[in-house]
């Protein structure tokens, strides 16, 4: 059984950094594919990264490329989202999401099977 347990959410000034993680203990973490999605109040979920299997294959969403990063570390069963430079817009309930893919990964919800509870993250002054 695939669980999922996200983590690091909290208040930030605008411009401020912050980490969140996602845990995926209890399964062969290699051969899953990961996504972070973010839900902000009054609209609809997104996809704003995602990472392949073996790493290789890492996409954004344009909203956030060039000030967020995606990495995971497959030794501890975790995913991280570094987000820089953050801005209000990016208040939101942050979620990552997993499904089995030896290939790439995906910015859609529908490709995803397991889903963490989410963590809140508001850039505010």
């Known amino acids: 059984d695939v669980q999922l347990q996200a983590s690091g959410g909290g208040l930030v000034q605008p411009g401020g950094s912050l980490r969140v993680s996602c845990a995926g203990p209890?399964?062969?973490?290699?051969?899953?594919?990961f996504g972070w999605f973010r839900q902000a109040p009054g609209k609809e979920r997104e996809g704003i990264s995602c990472i392949s299997s073996r790493g290789d294959r890492i996409y954004y969403h344009s909203s956030v490329k060039g000030r967020f990063t995606i990495s995971r570390d497959n030794a501890k069963n975790m995913v991280y989202l570094q987000m820089n430079n953050l801005r209000p817009e990016d208040t939101a309930v942050y979620s990552c999401?997993?499904?089995?893919?030896?290939?790439?990964?995906?910015?859609?919800?529908?490709?995803?099977?397991?889903w963490g509870q989410g963590t809140k993250v508001t850039v505010s002054s």
């Open positions: 209890g399964f062969i973490f290699d051969d899953y594919a």
């Open positions: 999401a997993t499904t089995q893919s030896l290939g790439g990964c995906f910015l859609m919800h529908d490709p995803y099977d397991d």
